[in-house]
């Protein structure tokens, strides 16, 4: 059975779901069966990362929250859009499925105004995992604590919580360690994303660590490389020798060694 790997920070702006796409990519390039699921539902974007607009997504999250599809309706096989310029790694010939949220105003209000069953949610990702033989699925979760993103962490085989060097980050993520330990969710690690490049990342990692009491996989610093990038694809795979996709890769090795 394919592991979920819920990928979570209690703020927005961390950068959850850049680091998720680039994490999901990083694992199929070693051969793993791989799904990554937009939660976010109000403010959807991961499949801009992916080369998608709302014309090439088809069928969406939401359409399967209101029974209108099947979630096997809803999943992409995208590794043919990743990774395919001269020069760089190439997802084409991988298994990576992206089951997107709708980004069409009307579609999120609706959500919005009505609400989904999570229980739906669950039996979806639960019958993904077994359409397409997963061996891992990411969820790309919304900021914040709401019954929704309760869901997901409770069912996550793997949980990764993103922070910055911040103190809001600091306090919003011990609750959500505290939450995740009353939830016994059976692996949990820490990544932090946007450090100073002023500041030793091994003392970061330290630091973290001993305040939380929970493995940091991995430390990506801030860099305008990156935000030079503006979402234009998966960085890691485009520059795989720069500080950032390293760190991005420490994190994927991380979660393939839980197996």
């Not at 997802?91 to 980004?103: E, Q």
Request: hydrophobic share 40%; net charge negative.
């Amino acid at each position: 059975m394919g592991k979920i790997v819920s990928i979570h920070s209690f703020r927005g702006g961390t950068g959850k779901s850049n680091t998720t796409a680039n994490i999901a990519s990083l694992v199929a390039m070693e051969g793993k069966r791989v799904g990554v699921v937009d939660t976010d539902i109000q403010s959807p974007g991961i499949h801009v990362l992916f080369g998608l607009n709302e014309e090439s997504m088809g069928h969406t999250l939401n359409e399967f929250l209101r029974n209108e599809c099947s979630i096997g309706d809803v999943a992409l096989q995208i590794g043919e859009n990743v990774g395919n310029e001269p020069g760089r790694k190439k997802l084409k010939d991988k298994y990576l499925w992206l089951i997107p949220s709708s980004i069409n105003l009307r579609e999120i209000t609706d959500i919005l105004k009505n609400s989904y069953d999570p229980n739906i949610l669950n039996a979806g990702l639960q019958t993904l995992i077994k359409e397409k033989e997963l061996d891992y699925l990411f969820i790309d979760t919304h900021p914040g604590l709401n019954e929704e993103t309760l869901l997901s962490i409770t069912i996550s085989d793997i949980l990764i919580i993103i922070l910055r060097p911040d103190q809001q980050d600091f306090q919003g993520t011990a609750v959500t360690v505290d939450i995740a330990r009353a939830l016994d969710v059976p692996n949990m690690v820490l990544a932090v994303n946007k450090a100073l490049s002023r500041y030793d990342p091994d003392q970061i990692r330290e630091e973290i660590e001993k305040t939380y009491d929970v493995k940091v996989a991995g430390v990506m610093p801030l860099t305008e490389d990156l935000v030079e990038n503006q979402s234009k694809d998966i960085f890691s795979l485009r520059e795989p020798d720069h500080p950032w996709s390293k760190a991005v890769k420490e994190i994927a090795e991380t979660i393939i060694e839980f197996d």
